[in-house]
Structures are given as C-alpha cells and as structure tokens.
C-alpha cells in the first residue's frame, strides 16, 4: 500500500485505493494526487464520504436504485427495460476546467456547423485542396438526399454531444463527436434530481451549477430553427416509440419543453408540409425534434420499407416548410476519419487552433499509418469510424493473437473503415464497489445546444463509469454505469443557478397568514365523556 | 446542323387496388451543356398534382409530388424541346498516369467505386485489362464499348430494374442499362472514371423534318480521359443528334426515371411511350 | 391531442378501475369461502371466473387459493396483475400527457407486484387485494389533483366510468343465482365499498332488491351504475365539438349511454328484478358497444403505413 493511501484513506471506505497493483494504476485519479493527497475539487466531498459506514453508503445506494426505478429511469437493453445504474458518488469538475472545457466544445461546434454546411452546399474545403474528396464521397453517412437543404437559421447541429476523456496528465482530450441524435442527457438531469434526494448533504456543502433548465435550452434552439413565417413554432419530438432504447429520454425532453411526442405514423407530409394527426384535426409542425436515424426518416429516400418515418419529409424540409434537427447527414462531421482531421478543418473556418486536442490517432486509410499500425495491432485500440456503443473496438492488449490477425484481415479489406489509438488509462474516480470505494474509469460527454446566435453548454454532461476492474469500455450497452456530474460555480461568480436571482417580492409576517383551525373538543368535554 | 428534338414521354403504374397515398420523383427532364439545349418542359401527372421542382446532388432535375386521393393508375407525361448536336471525340486524350494521377482518383472517386449494379468482378476485370493493353484510355473506351456491344445480345424486356452487370454478362442478353453497366464496370476495373447517363434515343436517323417517330428511353456511358465524353454501346456508336441526355450518376439507381412509395396493392408499369418529333 | 394518447388515457382509466373491482370483488368471494364452510368452493370459483371472463382451469378442484391465482396473481389476460401492467404500459407510452406523480403512482405499483405477491402468499391474499385498491385510491386522488380538466382527463374518467358499469354489472351476475336472502347480498355490497352507505340509506334493512336497485340506481353513490353512466355521458358531451344535435345525440356513443341511463332513470323499482339476468346482459353488451363506438370515432388512431417501392423499368 502507498504511503499516499494509507494516511488518506478513510478506515474502511478508501482502504486499499491508489494500490499500486491496480491495473492501469498510471491512470490520473481525480480524487487522489499521488503525492499531494487529495485534490482541492474533491477536498469537501472527500471529507464527507470519509467517515461514512459501508452499511450508510448501502442504505443510499438503495435508496438510490429505488428512486430510480419508480421513475422508471431505465434504458432498453434487448427489449429488456433496466435501470440506468447510477454511482454514489458525483465526479467533480472545477469552475476553471470546465471553462476551459466549454470554449473547447463551443469552438468544435462552431467549426462543424461550417464544415457541414460546406460539405451539403458548395464544398469549398474540398476545391480548396484542404481535405481529400474521397474522404467526404466515402463517408458512409454522407447523405446526397441531404445535399442542398440549408435550413433557414443555418443551423444542422441542434445538439451535440461531445465526449472527451482526461489522459493520463490529467488533460482533457475529444474521443468523439457526435452529431447525430447524441442521447444520455435525459439521465444528466435525472441523476442530479435524484442525488439531490439521497444526498442532500453533500449538495449544501458544494456549489454546483443546475442542470435542470436543458430543457429550456433545447426548446429555445428549436424554436429559433423554425421556418421564416412561423410566429408560433410548434415544434414535435419525433420517437422511434416505446420499444426504443432510449424512449425514456424521448418522452422525458417532450414533457419537459411542453410539447408533443410523437411516432412516425402521428406525421403525414401534404405537398411538402408536414401535419400532426390530432383528435381536433390536422395541425402543422414547423421543427421536428427527431430521434430516429437518418436511414429511417424518410421511406421516400431513404429505406423504402421504413415504418418508423415520415414520407416526404426530406423534400419537406428542402422546400423550407419544416426544419429537421439534427439535420440529415450530421454523420459526415462525427466520423472518427474526419475526427482526425477536425485540426484543418478548424483552421480551415475559423483560423483557430483546437483547444481540446484530440486523442492521437493513426488512420489506416493512409498506407504509411496502415503499416504502424498492422505493425503495433497488440498494443493500439482499432475502432470501426462509423458507429457507436463501443460495438466493434478491439482491445490490441487484451486481444488473443487469433483475434489480432482476424482484426489485421478486416482492416486490411477495409483500410477506411478503421482508425487506430494508442490506449488511453482513461481517468478514474472512486465508485462504490461492494462495502468499499474503488478507482473505476471515467469519460464525460457534456451536451451542448446551438440556437444559431450561441453554443450553450450544459455544465455537467453524463459522466460514464465502467464498472468491471480495469475495464475502460464505458458504454450503457457494455455494463457501464454513470456519475452524477458537478460543474462547481466560480466562486465569486452568481452562476449558482439554483439560487440565481432575486425574487418576485417579500414576504411579512403577520397574524392573518396563521392556518385557521376547525373547532376543538375542549378539555373538559373530553373528561366528561370519558 | 443541330437538330431539335420534341420529346414526349410517358409512363407511370397501374395498381391492383386502389391507392390512397403515393409520393413520387420524376427525374425525366433534359438538361442543358455544350451539345445539348433544352428549350422548354413540362411535367404533367394523372391524377394531378402540385409539384415540386429541385435540383439532386447529381445535378439532375427533381419533380417531386404526392398524392392523397385514392387513384388505380398513375400517369406521367414528360414533354420537352431540346436542341442536340454530336459529339465529337474529345481532342484531349489523357495518358494513363493523368488518369490515375491521384489528383483525379480523388476528384472522380465516386465514378471509380463498384456499387450494386456495378460490382467488382475478376474475370470482368482480366478481360478489360487485356483490352487495354498497348491502347491510350480515349481507345480503351470504345473497344470496351465495342466489346459490350458484340458480347450481349439486345433483348427487350430480359431484364429487371435490379440486375447487375454481372447478371447480364452471365445471361449474354441485355437491355441498353446492362450494356451501360457492364462497360462500366470494366472501365472502372482499369481505373478509367465512367459514370452512367439516362435519356431518350431517336430511332430513325434519317428522320424528316416534322415526322414523329417511337423513340426509346435509353442509357449510355460518359468516361473521363482528360475531359468527359460519352458512348453509347448498345448501338456502338457515338453521341449524336438522337442522344437526348436527362441525368448522370454512379449507376442506374442515381437516376432512375420514375421511382416512389406508395401504399396499396401491387404496382404494374403501364406501357411506357417515348414520341419524339424531330423539329428542325 | 393525439388520438394515440387519447386511446392510452381511456384504458389507464379502464384497466386501473378493473384492477381495483376485480380486488374487491376477489377479496370479498375469498373471504366468505373462508368464513362459510357450506359453500363448494370448487362451485362458487368457477361461478366467478365465468362472471369475470376468465376461463376456468379443466380439471383441478379449485379452492381459494388456485382461485387467487388465477384472478389476482397470473399474467394470463383479466387477471390483477395484467390489469396492472397494461396500466402502466399505457401511461408509460403517453407519459408525456399525464403527470409524473401519476407515473409514478402507476410504476411503483407494477414494479411492487412480486414482492407484494411473496407477501401475500405467506400471509394470505388479502395483503395483495388491500394494496391493489390502496394504489387505485392514490391513483384516483392523483389524478384529481394534478391532471387539468381537459380532454386527457375526461377520456381517463370516461374509460374509468365505462369499466365501472361494467364490473358491477359482472359482479352482480355472479349472485344473481342467489335467494333474495342471501348473506352473499352483503358480500356484493361490501366488494362495492356500499355497505356503509346502503346501511344509512336503508337503515339497516338488507334484501336482494333494494341491493340492486342501490348498485344500479342509485342518484348518489358513486359506485352505483346509474352514477357512472352518467359521469360517462357528461364526459362524452364535453368531449364532443361539434355543433349541438337538434334531436338526439350526435354520436353512436352518447346515444348508447343516454339511452341506459334513462332506461334505469325511469324504472318502476318494483320491476328491476323481473328479467335482472336479462337487464344486466343489456347493460354489459351496451357497455361493450360504447366502448367500440368510442374508439371509432375517437382513437382512429392511424396504423403504421406499409410503403411499398415502386420503379418503373425502362
């Protein structure tokens, strides 16, 4: 055991933390320096869990998993509806590295905006020599049925979600973007809400930033994408339905903006309008809020055999009667070979450099890169560029040679569908594992909102942990859990949004406002009949 | 001399049952460029319908409507006035390393790529590499054309809409788009960058001015060899005064005439008529 | 709104108001097997689940306990429990109409199902049919006092009106082979919550007819099929938009009603038990025909399109 732990540690709770002989034990943990102790973020909380008992901190956790499934707080994993595993203990991120975070994401999403409405309109980057056109023809979510649809506000990227990871330095870096229909931030909100339930405590002791009015957000940003001439934008969430893995996030953001959410089938398009099916009628949408893939949305031009879409939309929204967020063929601007040139192309816009670097990457497209990394498969982790989960990655370290000449076959038939990264010892913070605290890895993806005039960032994000020992694959869908997550407000500053404010009068007190009272036995009644 | 052309298309489906929601897309409207000149057209459906007019990313003019009373028959009429001239032989004949400069690799990618009607294929791709031999990439093309041309036998009607070169070489037989396709996958197998063009073909060239003859819906190829021209190897001929061009794109399936959804019983293609009239 | 969530709300109405009635009725037949020692138990089973539409078991004797399983504790369709999860799965696809003390109410109740079923197979059922209508109660005052009186809400008391006719209509079929003097006419009355009510209304005077003429005819008792058709039929009025009918009712669904309605309203209470198995088959087959009518002219919700492609070959 280190000196650092044996005199941080709490008696029972942090026992055994920083053990050396944990696997990737070079990770940075957020909590504890390995020589300092523990970091100035985590002080407070620190100090509060320390004299917890086990039995205290399972009491919660039940009380924890409890709330969250009578709010039917769940995801669909198979069809099966499951808890979304939410961890004890809130990951803390300081006022200064989250402003650095959030000029980091806003100047990534500004930069895509423009790189997508170049890719669907003129394609000047590419006549400009900056970016190989190959590399936009063969992206599998370049979609021409999108190309030029300018949506009226210029905005394509209504939400995105960024997600970064901290290296071992303890420096913030992108792993992904992702532009498409990013989902997780239903959880975001939820997993505040409940904290806030079970730990009350830990929440007076710290200033942390709301993230409850997302919704707000979200509702402003797609209200400013309506058409020209809608005064009163009805905007819709548009669902796969029930049976879709993240239908709680879906109905969750619906009730929250006070709007309708509704299937594929509530929608028809009417010579290139869309109308909502209702008891008193038709009625026309103006911003649909879908979270369907593109491939689904349109049977017209895309898979004719949709049933989850809406016939004509997409000529609907060329025409300029409907606005579609995110827009169609956002994929063009999160696939993981365009990642790895996101430096020209914010250079390219804005003449910027990046503020969050990216994870370096080999790109197994370009034959010099393809033969490092064919070369050095067993110690790089190969992800497909396209799609998500954390379905298809391989692990070179962890890889059995049969696996490692498997994966050096598919790269080598399909040299554009693969990028390569060094493995990153992605940070850690303490989980709840059994009675005691252990270092489990982290990512973060935080949520930002574009409304056309300003990138909003919703300070907090979803924290994924991954809850097997040494495991770095955080996905929902790989047993992953999540962390509440807890932007702290400057200091000085009156961002503490809960309290933000002042308020609409005051009030006195005074006789008149005593509850009254209905009439009472006196004492002597109540002798007498006894 | 150019001729113009009044081409009178018309097509459409006829349903089992009645058919109470079609959306549809037309792409039957020539376009204009150094040989060709479109004067006027028009796009009339029956049932009428307001249209919708965009142009694709392939450059091809979109007329798109739908319909939401219950119709058993839909009925395109695609008419327009071009005016065509031919087509020389480009005076540009690219050697084989501008066309496989990377430059143009890169630029032409999409025209180089295999698809689902223009597949990889080895044996394809052997016999264009002999054809190639000791032949510039402006000669290759026309023996590839003309190989296509005496390899498949012209039969009407063989063919579906989904058949791939592939399929149509292994029958022998084939319609003008699997005489496109397959001389598209064998210039793409020797990396010349060919693309698929849709229109129309006046049959009777020595047409008098004013008579109207039954012209065919048709399909050719353009190949880049420093610049793009066209061939057509069905016939084994150049483009002419009786090519009338609508779109281009990868293969068939960019630019597919008529195509859209609809819900009801099964869908026929009524008798499609091509009148054209040559003018001047 | 939309039809879809329409539909949902009607039968979060229906089948809340069937799990509740089907606990009570259940609860009040368990305990008089268990009191009365005379009763065949395999008999007075088998009556019930025809009088609640499910099919009896071939075979097995039943007793009270095969009896509550099947009724309250199987998945099979017309049980509690299937009661309880199409419940929530309707609320859980119209979540964004209803409110989240509703869900709430509604999803902790399914996801305390097994538990409660445990605890009820040690301690006896009555444990599971005292909490099925303690939820419905909550249910019911949830939805008071958090769902606006707009149209969700009335197609949530109409679907809870409609299931209320019709369950005690059900449980009045199951006694009405019973003697005028039945103690089992004690039992309906309490599995409808009327005991106390009856008793003050009648004084204390218990016979076959006056039970039926207060479960049916009742002006004020809530539970009475009289009180429910009518709060049924106010709700399809204020449902209904369109402009007022000079004579009759607009709709299929309002004439149904009104018609059951005054056909009670205006009985002679002397000839309510000539033909009372033929009256309560009227009112159930009214019941069922209201509910189509309903949904014909409001849940036309629209099935999902199958697009076919068409192409035309050159």
Not at chain 1, 280 to 287: A, I, K, L, P, T
Not at chain 3, 4 to 22: K, M, P
């Amino acid at each position: 055991m280190s000196p650092a732990s044996s005199r941080l540690a709490g008696p029972q709770l942090f026992a055994g933390y920083l053990d050396p002989r944990r696997p990737h034990a070079g990770a940075y943990d957020e909590m504890f320096d390995p020589v300092d102790g523990v970091r100035t973020a985590y002080k407070r909380l620190h100090d509060s869990l320390e004299p917890l008992q086990p039995a205290d901190l399972t009491t919660r956790a039940e009380a924890l998993d409890r709330a969250l499934v009578d709010q039917g707080i769940t995801f669909s994993l198979s069809g099966q509806e499951r808890p979304f595993p939410l961890d004890l203990v809130p990951r803390v991120i300081t006022a200064s590295e989250w402003s650095r975070l959030e000029r980091g994401i806003v100047q990534r999403v500004r930069a895509l905006e423009a790189f997508l409405a170049d890719i669907y309109g003129e394609q000047q980057i590419v006549a400009d020599g900056v970016l190989p056109r190959r590399l936009i023809t063969s992206c599998e979510h370049f979609h021409r049925q999108a190309a030029g649809i300018a949506p009226p506000n210029g905005v394509r990227i209504h939400v995105a979600g960024i997600d970064v990871v901290r290296d071992e330095q303890g420096d913030f870096r992108v792993l992904e973007d992702n532009l498409r229909s990013p989902s997780g931030v239903s959880y975001v909100m939820e997993n505040r809400r409940t904290m806030a339930r079970v730990f009350p405590d830990l929440f007076a002791k710290h200033r942390v930033r709301a993230v409850g009015d997302y919704a707000v957000h979200l509702l402003r940003a797609l209200r400013a994408a309506a058409p020209p001439g809608a005064t009163d934008p009805n905007v819709v969430v548009l669902t796969p339905g029930v049976y879709n893995s993240a239908y709680f996030e879906h109905s969750l953001l619906a009730r929250q903006m006070g709007v309708e959410l509704v299937e594929g089938r509530d929608l028809f398009a009417r010579n290139n309008v869309i109308y909502l099916r209702t008891t008193e009628g038709e009625q026309r949408v103006d911003v649909i809020y879908r979270r369907i893939d593109d491939e689904f949305l349109d049977p017209v031009q895309f898979e004719p055999d949709s049933v989850l879409g809406v016939a004509g939309l997409v000529n609907a929204a060329r025409a300029g009667n409907v606005v579609i967020a995110n827009a169609i063929g956002n994929g063009v601007g999160d696939d993981k070979l365009v990642y790895t040139y996101l430096p020209e192309i914010l250079k390219y816009y804005l003449g910027e450099t990046p503020l969050l670097p990216n994870v370096d990457t080999f790109r197994c497209w370009l034959p010099a890169e393809q033969a490092e990394v064919l070369d050095r498969l067993d110690e790089l982790v190969t992800k497909p560029v396209e799609g998500s989960g954390g379905y298809g990655i391989v692990f070179g370290p962890d890889a059995s040679p049969k696996e490692l000449a498997a994966q050096r076959r598919r790269i080598r038939a399909n040299p554009r569908g693969w990028i390569a990264q060094p493995v990153v010892q992605l940070s850690t913070v303490p989980t709840k594992v059994g009675e005691r605290l252990q270092p489990r890895h982290v990512d973060l993806r935080p949520f930002a909102v574009n409304d056309g005039d300003s990138v909003f960032v919703l300070p907090g994000g979803l924290t994924r942990v991954a809850i097997p020992e040494g495991s770095l694959i955080v996905n929902s869908s790989q047993g992953g859990g999540s962390k509440d997550t807890w932007v702290l407000a400057q200091r000085a500053s009156g961002e503490d949004a809960e309290l933000r404010g002042r308020g609409l009068g005051a009030v006195k007190s005074d006789e008149a406002s005593t509850p009254e009272q209905g009439p009472e036995l006196n004492l002597a009644q109540q002798q007498q009949q006894q | 001399m150019n001729w113009r052309l009044r081409v009178v298309h018309t097509t459409g489906y006829r349903y089992a049952t009645a058919v109470t929601q079609s959306y549809n897309e037309a792409r039957l409207t020539p376009r204009s460029d150094d040989r060709q000149n479109l004067m006027v057209s028009r796009l009339e459906t029956v049932p009428a319908a307001r249209g919708y007019r965009y142009t694709d990313y392939w450059g091809t003019e979109v007329n798109a409507f739908d319909l939401h009373t219950p119709h058993t028959e839909l009925k395109v009429v695609a008419a327009s006035v071009v005016e065509t001239a031919e087509q020389p032989l480009p005076a540009v004949d690219a050697t084989w390393s501008d066309v496989r400069a990377p430059e143009s690799v890169d630029k032409y990618a999409e025209y180089l790529e295999w698809t689902t009607y223009v597949p990889k294929h080895r044996e394809l791709g052997a016999v264009a590499r002999s054809l190639r031999k000791g032949r510039t990439p402006q000669e290759t093309v026309l023996v590839v054309s003309k190989w296509v041309h005496d390899t498949l036998k012209y039969q009407r009607g063989t063919t579906g809409v989904h058949s791939s070169a592939v399929d149509a070489w292994q029958a022998g037989e084939g319609v003008c788009q699997d005489y496109a396709h397959l001389t598209l996958a064998m210039l793409r197998a020797v990396g010349i960058p060919a693309r698929y063009v849709s229109g129309y073909l006046h049959t009777k060239p020595d047409a008098a001015v004013g008579e109207t003859v039954v012209g065919e819906s048709h399909a050719w190829v353009e190949a880049w060899t420093g610049d793009w021209w066209g061939f057509d190897p069905t016939n084994d001929i150049p483009i002419a005064h009786r090519h009338v061009w609508v779109a281009t794109g990868r293969d068939y399936g960019d630019v597919s005439p008529l195509k859209g959804i609809y819900s009801g019983g099964a869908a026929t293609a009524i008798e499609v008529t091509v009148d054209m009239t040559r003018l001047a | 709104m939309l039809a879809r969530n329409a539909e949902s709300l009607y039968w979060i109405g229906r089948y809340v108001e069937r799990a509740d009635d089907t606990a009570r009725i259940l609860d009040v037949s368990v305990h008089q097997l268990l009191e009365d020692a005379t009763v065949d138990a395999d008999t007075a089973s088998r009556r019930l689940l025809a009088v609640l539409g499910i099919t009896p078991p071939d075979g097995t004797q039943l007793d009270v306990w095969t009896l509550t399983e099947l009724v309250a504790m199987s998945p099979e369709t017309g049980s509690i429990v299937s009661s309880i999860a199409s419940a929530r799965e309707n609320t859980r696809v119209a979540r964004e109409v209803v409110s989240s003390e509703l869900w709430q109410c509604i999803n902790s109740m399914w996801n305390a199902v097994p538990e409660r079923q445990r605890a009820a197979r040690r301690v006896g059922p009555h444990e599971f049919f005292t909490f099925v209508e303690d939820r419905a109660a909550m249910f019911a005052g949830l939805a008071d006092s958090t769902m606006s009186r707009d149209d969700g809400w009335r197609f949530l008391v109409l679907g809870r009106s409609v299931e209320r006719v019709d369950m005690i209509v059900r449980l009045l079929m199951s006694r009405v082979g019973d003697k005028p003097t039945s103690p089992g006419w004690v039992t309906v009355l309490r599995s409808a919550g009327a005991h106390d009510t009856y008793l003050r209304t009648y004084r204390g005077a218990l016979d076959a007819s006056r039970v039926v003429q207060f479960l049916l005819m009742d002006r004020l008792f809530p539970r009475s099929v009289f009180h429910a058709l009518s709060k049924a039929e106010s709700c399809l009025e204020e449902l209904d938009r369109g402009p007022s009918a000079r004579i009759g009712a607009n709709a299929e669904a309002a004439r149904l009603l009104g018609k059951a309605r005054s056909d009670l309203e205006f009985l002679r209470p002397s000839e309510l038990l000539d033909d009372l198995t033929g009256r309560l088959q009227v009112l159930q087959t009214t019941v069922r025909e209201v509910g189509e009518a309903v949904s014909r002219q409001y849940f036309h919700a629209v099935p999902w399109i199958e697009w076919n492609n068409a192409e035309v070959n050159l």
